[in-house]
């Protein structure tokens, strides 16, 4: 007896059912993109710390923290959250007021408002006592699928005086270069560049930075781009003299050259 080979008809064949596409959910705020990954971290501890938390009401908490260290003084904070009516999901209520205060007087704020159903504002605010330090202004769009977040940071709306930046971008048919400019204080200054060449295919990031210290007559200056190289340049002043000294050093890791050099200035 040979082996008989049975073949059945297309229509009594199993269809695999259509796979079905779901979209892509919202990824909830940039803030708390990394949030995740984050908490599985151990936080530091070192000295002794005592919390207590107080439930006021519905809308209200307060919490007490002391911290007794060997690194300095022993400190206290009060924190304080107000929650209010509008609950989207168990980690978003809107309006949401938080504060931070030590016993040194200094304030840590941030104020959480829903404009509409998709539009989203936060307030950030940091006094070093009297002194407003820093604060920060976010608003945030949430997509079906996407968020958009817009960030304006130490504004100066009266003096015009907080930032001192300068921003530039030029686009031709050989490239585009784009770089910007931040001063951050007498000492400190950074800037990064961008730039596309279309004819070499070629682009470059570079980040540097000007550190200045005029108590001992010195200028520090460094940088590192996309090519894997790093560099800087120390400048001294040798006063009363008109002499200064400079001591530069560039290491380009992917091609494995070392460049340094000194010199002296007259003048």
Not at 19 to 26: H, Y
Not at 74 to 79: D, E, K, Q, R, S
Not at 109 to 116: D, E, G, K, T, W
Not at 117 to 127: I, M
Request: glycine share 8%; charged share 15%.
């Amino acid at each position: 007896m040979g082996n008989t080979l049975g073949l059945a008809p297309m229509g009594a064949l199993p269809r695999r059912s259509p796979r079905r596409e779901e979209p892509l959910p919202n990824p909830g705020s940039f803030d708390e993109l990394h949030r995740l990954c984050k908490d599985v971290f151990p936080a530091q501890m070192e000295g002794v710390k005592l919390v207590v938390n107080k439930v006021l009401s519905s809308h209200f908490q307060v919490a007490h923290t002391v911290h007794m260290s060997a690194l300095g003084l022993p400190g206290y904070h009060l924190h304080a959250a107000y929650a209010g009516d509008w609950q989207l999901s168990p980690t978003e209520v809107f309006p949401t007021v938080v504060g931070d205060m030590d016993s040194s007087g200094s304030l840590n704020a941030q104020v959480l408002l829903l404009l509409a159903e998709r539009l989203r504002a936060k307030a950030v605010f940091q006094t070093q006592q009297a002194k407003f330090l820093t604060w920060q202004f976010d608003g945030e769009y949430r997509g079906d699928d996407y968020t958009a977040t817009l960030t304006l940071g130490n504004p100066d709306l009266i003096g015009e005086s907080a930032v001192h930046w300068v921003a530039t971008l030029n686009v031709g048919s050989g490239g585009a270069h784009a770089s910007y400019y931040h001063k951050a204080n007498e000492q400190v200054q950074v800037g990064v560049e961008f730039e596309a060449n279309t004819r070499l295919q070629d682009t470059t990031f570079s980040f540097g930075y000007h550190l200045t210290v005029p108590q001992a007559n010195m200028v520090f200056r460094g940088l590192v781009d996309s090519n894997w190289c790093v560099g800087a340049v120390l400048e001294k002043k040798m006063p009363p003299l008109p002499v200064t000294l400079a001591l530069g050093a560039f290491l380009n890791h992917w091609r494995n050259r070392f460049h340094c050099g000194f010199s002296i200035t007259v003048g």
